[in-house]
């Protein structure tokens, strides 16, 4: 088959039977699989009596984003694979412009669609919006999404565009590339593997895209309430490991000691001690996890913002920041 729709599933069974219907039928040609992470809510019972047309892969434990999805790909025939969570609703026509793009650009490592939310329709997503880059500092940002504020979907971002990363909530990825770069990396479990692999593609001389002309809207917050300990630790700890392995610049590490133990502190003083106490802990999961570091000659992507400290200029702009960006991103292209 061209294209495998893969659905990591654990403990989702209300995401099944609300997501599953639409995507089977706006997936023509594609073959949807679910992976099921040892779920215990019936989700099995549930795609054996209603979805008996999509092929189940039992892992039988949660190994998280990246092991989960790393197990289930493994031999899967198919030229296209897209990761889709399972609380992702897609609509007539969403897949054909993903499949039309990568099948024209052999360059394209990954691409995803332009992610709005479910409940407000108008308003890109928190977790990949337009596509993504990241700061100064390492810490990601979206075309639509800035920190927790997101920006009203007005066709400002409607051409297709290169970015260095898009959300894994729905990204598309050739399956040559998938097997070149050994899939995700296992350490980071889950959060902020999109990102590296989207990274990884791009020092193997590969791009990745959002092409805007396909739509999803998701629900998110499905796995992990955004204030979780865990998974603030994961996005610190993640983040690192992220900077760690594919950015030279030595420097960067060494500032994001300060940053985080600044944020450490004003979690504590803000009478929140178990996030101060996850920055803490991502910090020594980083020291001890952290292997080999990116070498001194890797390329460092365009989608690296060394120009843009977005947390200060997210609270200097306010909603603004959004057109600040918009006009450093035209003068970026402009430039190059």
């Given at each position: 088959m061209k294209t495998a729709v893969v659905i990591l599933n654990w403990n989702t069974r209300d995401y099944l039977s609300r997501f599953l219907p639409g995507v089977l039928e706006f997936s023509p040609g594609a073959g949807v699989v679910v992976a099921d992470s040892g779920s215990t809510d019936g989700?099995?019972?549930?795609?054996?009596?209603?979805?008996?047309?999509?092929?189940?892969?039992?892992?039988?434990?949660?190994?998280?984003?990246?092991?989960?999805?790393?197990?289930?790909?493994?031999?899967?025939?198919?030229?296209?694979?897209?990761?889709?969570?399972?609380d992702v609703e897609v609509c007539k026509g969403w897949l054909e412009p993903l499949e039309s793009w990568m099948d024209a650009h052999p360059e394209c490592a990954v691409c995803g669609p332009k992610l709005l939310k479910y409940d407000r329709r108008d308003e890109f997503e928190y977790a990949g919006a337009a596509g993504g880059w990241v700061d100064r500092y390492g810490f990601p940002f979206c075309r639509g999404r800035v920190l927790s504020r997101t920006e009203t979907d007005r066709g400002q971002y409607d051409a297709p565009a290169d970015v260095l990363w898009v959300s894994g909530a729905a990204m598309m990825i050739r399956r040559s590339v998938w097997e070149e770069?050994?899939?995700?990396?296992?350490?980071?479990?889950?959060?902020?593997?999109?990102?590296?692999?989207?990274?990884?593609?791009?020092?193997?001389?590969?791009?990745?895209?959002?092409?805007?002309?396909?739509?999803v809207y998701h629900l998110g917050g499905g796995t992990l309430p955004r204030q979780s300990a865990?998974?603030?630790?994961?996005?610190?700890?993640?983040?690192?490991?992220?900077?760690?392995?594919?950015?030279?610049?030595?420097?960067?590490?060494?500032?994001?000691?300060?940053?985080?133990?600044?944020a450490a502190v004003v979690?504590?003083?803000?009478?929140?001690?178990?996030?101060?106490?996850a920055v803490f802990r991502a910090h020594r999961q980083y020291r001890r996890m952290k292997g080999e570091a990116a070498p001194k000659d890797a390329p460092v992507p365009s989608g690296y913002r060394r120009g843009i400290m977005i947390v200060p200029l997210a609270l200097l702009k306010g909603r603004k920041v959004f057109e600040y960006l918009k006009r450093y991103e035209d003068s970026h292209r402009r430039s190059r």
């Open positions: 989700s099995l019972q549930l795609l054996r009596s209603d979805f008996p047309q999509v092929k189940v892969i039992p892992l039988g434990a949660n190994y998280g984003f990246t092991g989960g999805y790393d197990r289930a790909l493994k031999g899967l025939e198919a030229d296209y694979y897209l990761l889709l969570n399972s770069l050994g899939g995700l990396d296992d350490r980071f479990f889950a959060h902020m593997e999109e990102i590296d692999f989207c990274w990884r593609a791009f020092r193997r001389g590969y791009s990745v895209s959002v092409v805007p002309a396909s739509r865990f998974k603030l630790e994961l996005n610190y700890r993640n983040n690192l490991l992220l900077l760690h392995a594919n950015l030279p610049l030595r420097r960067i590490i060494a500032a994001r000691y300060l940053l985080d133990i600044a979690y504590f003083i803000t009478l929140r001690p178990a996030l101060a106490a």
